[in-house]
């Protein structure tokens, strides 16, 4: 979102670092691409400034809020972050920490993350920042186990064992092997 040359609000933000590395928003050239994987939870830190306005007087913007948000995700999970609201003066920097959980469920591509200031009255400042989402080479997990009798098995008898697993990771699988054990019976 470009801010018009009247400013209503004088917030600008100054940085974004994701788990400590500054990473350039979509308007920087050639685009820098973050890349991250599903499962991670990122760690934002949003540096956000009240500059003083040259057409106008800068005040105090009240109830200001920060969030990050990834859209176009299919599930009923969402993936974004929001600040309580605090009041921001002129002149003043300020750091906010947000936290944004990259679900299993979503998918491998290119997503832009975008990092929002608004309050009650003024303009939405936004900007775009652009991540890759890959997944682990190899990562399987176990989804569900289920044990017939479920409860308890008489001596000598069998105990049968289904396991449900997902391979949620780059490369197919072959040979995997499940092996159930009570290691209190040997």
């Known amino acids: 979102v470009l801010m018009s040359s009247m400013v209503f609000a004088a917030v600008s933000i ?13 308007t920087i050239t050639p685009k820098i691409i973050l890349d991250v994987e599903r499962g991670d939870e990122l760690n934002i830190k949003v540096k956000i400034t009240n500059t003083v306005s040259t057409t106008e007087t800068t005040t105090d ?12 995700i299919d599930s009923s999970t969402k993936v974004d972050d ?23 469920k979503i998918d491998q591509d290119g997503y832009k993350l975008r ?12 900007k ?10 190899h990562d399987v997990e176990i989804r569900d186990v289920v044990l ?29 092997k499940v092996v159930v054990s009570i290691p209190g019976l040997g």
Not at 94 to 104: A, E
């Open 82 to 104: 929001i600040t309580d609201v605090f009041d921001v003066k002129p002149n003043v920097t300020y750091v906010k920490k947000l936290t944004l959980p990259l679900i299993q």
């Open 148 to 176: 017939s009798p479920s409860t308890e098995v008489k001596a000598g008898r069998a105990l049968l064992a289904t396991a449900r697993l997902r391979n949620r990771g780059e490369k197919d699988e072959d040979g995997v």
């Open 128 to 137: 775009t920042y652009e991540l890759e989402v890959d997944t682990k080479r």
């Open 14 to 26: 100054e940085e974004v670092k994701i788990n400590g590395d500054i990473i350039t928003d979509s």
């Open 115 to 126: 990092v929002r200031v608004s309050d009650r009255d003024n303009p939405t400042v936004e």
């Open 61 to 72: 913007l009240d109830d200001v809020q920060v969030e990050v948000v990834l859209r176009g």
